[in-house]
């Protein structure tokens, strides 16, 4: 009887321990090499423009509206600390002002579209902490169009079809349960064009905006 409760008991003990190695070594499994984020993005334009002297137009006077837009990034990583981040969203619609003209005061002239993905290159530092700061560089491409701008008595006016430029980004995600990630994110993207009346070049404007992004990451 002694041996059946022995062997009974070794029996369970050696369920644990196998048990117990099952757990641990699924907790400490390797996370999956990819990570979409959902994020709202404040998009926050520099405004920063040539003079017009021949329209009375003062330098930074043509201002791109702020505004937050839907965002939806792809990450993959390489090597747990280096991962590409591809960020995507749909195509913007701006308005555009001019804050003093020939005509006096702010100006409404229009409006553009655009879509600007981004591609970046980032650095994980902490990649298996609750906490995890990143920081990355890469390259936007903004494509342009729909544009619909007019200076009254002076003229419609155009604008390049399209803007490649560095990105600059730092973020953190914060990790809230296994796969599921808070994430806060800031970058600088340079993004700028001729604005022409006619074939002529008579400004250029530099959006060249800060995004400061809030949302949700999942990871697998």
Same mark, same amino acid.
């Not at 757990?23 to 993005?41: D, F, I, K, M, N």
């Not at 509206?65 to 969203?89: G, H, Q, R, W």
């Not at 342009?144 to 009254?152: D, K, R, T």
């Not at 600088?188 to 809030?214: A, E, M």
């Given at each position: 009887?002694?041996?059946?409760?022995?062997?009974?008991?070794?029996?369970?003990? +050696?369920?644990?321990?196998?048990?117990?190695?099952?757990?641990?070594?699924?907790?400490?499994?390797?996370?999956?090499? =990819?990570?979409?984020?959902?994020?709202?993005?404040?998009?926050?334009?520099?405004?920063?423009?040539?003079?017009?002297?021949?329209?009375?137009?003062?330098?930074?006077?043509?201002?791109?509206?702020?505004?937050?837009?839907?965002?939806?990034?792809?990450?993959?990583?390489?090597?747990?600390?280096?991962?590409?981040?591809?960020?995507?969203?749909?195509?913007?619609?701006?308005?555009?002002?001019?804050?003093?003209?020939?005509?006096?005061?702010?100006?409404?002239? %229009?409006?553009?579209?655009?879509?600007?993905?981004?591609?970046?290159?980032?650095?994980?530092?902490?990649?298996?902490?609750?906490?995890?700061? *990143?920081?990355?560089?890469?390259? /936007? *491409?903004?494509?342009?169009?729909?544009? /619909?701008?007019?200076?009254?008595?002076? %003229?419609?006016?155009?604008?390049?079809?399209?803007?490649? %430029?560095?990105?600059?980004?730092?973020?953190?995600?914060?990790? +809230?349960?296994?796969? =599921?990630?808070?994430?806060?994110?800031?970058?600088?993207?340079?993004?700028?064009?001729?604005?022409? +009346?006619? =074939?002529?070049?008579?400004?250029?404007?530099?959006?060249?905006? =800060?995004?400061?992004?809030?949302?949700?990451?999942?990871?697998?």
């Amino acid at each position: 009887m002694s041996r059946l409760f022995a062997l009974r008991g070794t029996s369970l003990l +050696l369920a644990a321990l196998l048990s117990g190695g099952a757990l641990a070594q699924s907790a400490s499994a390797p996370e999956g090499p =990819w990570l979409v984020r959902a994020r709202a993005v404040r998009l926050d334009p520099a405004d920063k423009s040539s003079a017009i002297p021949s329209l009375l137009v003062p330098a930074d006077a043509i201002h791109v509206d702020a505004k937050t837009i839907p965002e939806l990034d792809v990450s993959y990583f390489f090597t747990p600390n280096i991962a590409a981040e591809l960020v995507l969203t749909v195509p913007q619609k701006q308005r555009v002002t001019v804050q003093q003209s020939a005509l006096g005061g702010p100006v409404d002239i %229009g409006s553009f579209k655009h879509l600007p993905p981004t591609l970046m290159l980032q650095y994980h530092f902490l990649p298996e902490g609750t906490f995890r700061p *990143y920081a990355g560089v890469g390259l /936007n *491409y903004t494509r342009i169009g729909s544009v /619909n701008l007019n200076v009254p008595t002076v %003229g419609a006016l155009s604008l390049d079809r399209s803007s490649v %430029g560095l990105a600059l980004g730092a973020g953190l995600d914060i990790k +809230l349960a296994p796969q =599921w990630f808070l994430n806060v994110d800031v970058k600088k993207v340079k993004i700028d064009s001729d604005v022409r +009346l006619g =074939w002529q070049t008579v400004s250029k404007v530099k959006i060249d905006p =800060w995004l400061v992004g809030v949302g949700i990451g999942y990871r697998f």
